[in-house]
């Protein structure tokens, strides 16, 4: 089953900061998770939340998974360092 993909708008202006080769990383990050969602159980973030993480290189996307809509929704994408700061 294929999910369709979206981006909080917050999203797509730190895309911009990021190097472009990590860019192309992210993005195929993205379109494979399209394709194959992978297994929430253990994607799933610890805490009383409904976000998934996946890694890509130094970066991470956080995302959740709206089953009903078939929907990807991208809540934030960073440095693994600095993303689950601001998540809180």
């Given at each position: 089953?294929?999910?369709?993909?979206?981006?909080?708008?917050?999203?797509?202006?730190?895309?911009?900061?990021?190097?472009?080769?990590?860019?192309?990383?992210?993005?195929?990050?993205?379109?494979?998770?399209?394709?194959?969602?992978?297994?929430?159980?253990?994607?799933?973030?610890?805490?009383?939340?409904?976000?998934h993480k996946v890694r890509v290189g130094n970066y991470?996307?956080?995302?959740?998974?709206?089953?009903?809509k078939f929907l990807i929704l991208i809540i934030k994408?960073?440095?693994?360092?600095?993303?689950?700061?601001?998540?809180?």
């Amino acid at each position: 089953m294929t999910y369709k993909v979206e981006f909080r708008p917050a999203v797509l202006k730190s895309l911009k900061q990021l190097p472009k080769r990590d860019l192309v990383r992210i993005k195929n990050k993205v379109d494979s998770l399209c394709q194959n969602v992978p297994d929430p159980a253990t994607t799933k973030m610890k805490g009383n939340n409904s976000f998934h993480k996946v890694r890509v290189g130094n970066y991470r996307i956080i995302y959740e998974i709206h089953d009903n809509k078939f929907l990807i929704l991208i809540i934030k994408i960073g440095h693994r360092k600095d993303i689950y700061k601001q998540l809180r």
